[in-house]
């Protein structure tokens, strides 16, 4: 079966740094998504990770460990925008994506 | 492009009755995915096609649940009868396929569906 497990909520001052992490136990592995959904709107694309290292996209940074199941989700010079849910998702046999039940991210003046 | 389109946007019905949920995926993609979303269990696939072909419904909850894609432009998600416990968020996605390598699924913006 498939396991994929995120911290249910995190709570970061605006300027700061946070790490969102994701562990997964899947039968298959072809990539690792990160997505970004605000309360009462639709998901949309951060980052994809198929490789070990880190995938940096401007102030939001993505890691993937494929030997430790592993990822995480790095966001720096928090904005208060930023505050939305964070979801892992990885991509197993042909196009599914199976999602982490997502990391609420609350930023605070 | 306008994106994927879903619609109704929000569907309040009474336990019973028939809900048809549409979707236009983006133009070129030949993935289409049906997700539901709920605070108790996420985001969950419930079946996706692919050059309109059905691929994996092994999400779809039950005998109630039905999809359609009828061509590359439309796609049908059919519940009879429904049920409280339906009441979600219903969300499409397209995509390319693009082999082994990097694609993203866009979202459309949802169908909040009410079932009292």
């Known amino acids: 079966g498939q396991n994929i497990d995120q911290p249910t909520e995190m709570t970061a001052t605006e300027g700061a740094i946070v790490q969102i992490n994701c562990t997964y136990q899947t039968s298959g592995f072809n990539g690792l998504f990160w997505y970004q959904q605000h309360a009462g709107e639709a998901p949309t694309f951060l980052s994809y990770n198929v490789l070990d290292g880190l995938e940096e996209k401007g102030r939001f940074s993505s890691f993937l460990s494929r030997s430790k199941g592993y990822s995480y989700l790095l966001l720096k010079e928090l904005q208060m925008k930023d505050s939305a849910s964070y979801l892992c998702?990885?991509?197993?046999?042909?196009?599914?994506?199976?999602f982490g039940g997502g990391t609420r991210l609350m930023v605070k003046p | 492009d306008a994106g994927v389109i879903q619609s109704p946007r929000h569907e309040v019905t009474e336990m019973g009755q028939e809900v048809t949920l549409r979707c236009k995926p983006i133009?070129?993609?030949?993935?289409l995915f049906w997700y539901r979303q709920t605070m108790m269990r996420g985001l969950e696939l419930l079946i996706y096609?692919?050059?309109?072909?059905?691929?994996?419904d092994s999400g779809m909850p039950e005998d109630r649940f039905s999809a359609k894609m009828p061509n590359a432009s439309f796609s049908t998600l059919k519940i009879q009868p429904s049920e409280p416990r339906d009441s979600a968020v219903y969300f499409c996605?397209?995509?390319?396929?693009?082999?082994?390598?990097?694609?993203?699924?866009?979202f459309g913006p949802g169908t909040r569906l009410t079932v009292t």
């Open positions: 096609f692919n050059n309109n072909v059905p691929i994996d």
């Open positions: 133009s070129g993609h030949d993935y």
């Open positions: 996605a397209s995509s390319l396929s693009l082999g082994q390598g990097d694609y993203e699924q866009y």
């Open positions: 998702a990885v991509k197993e046999a042909g196009n599914m994506l199976t």
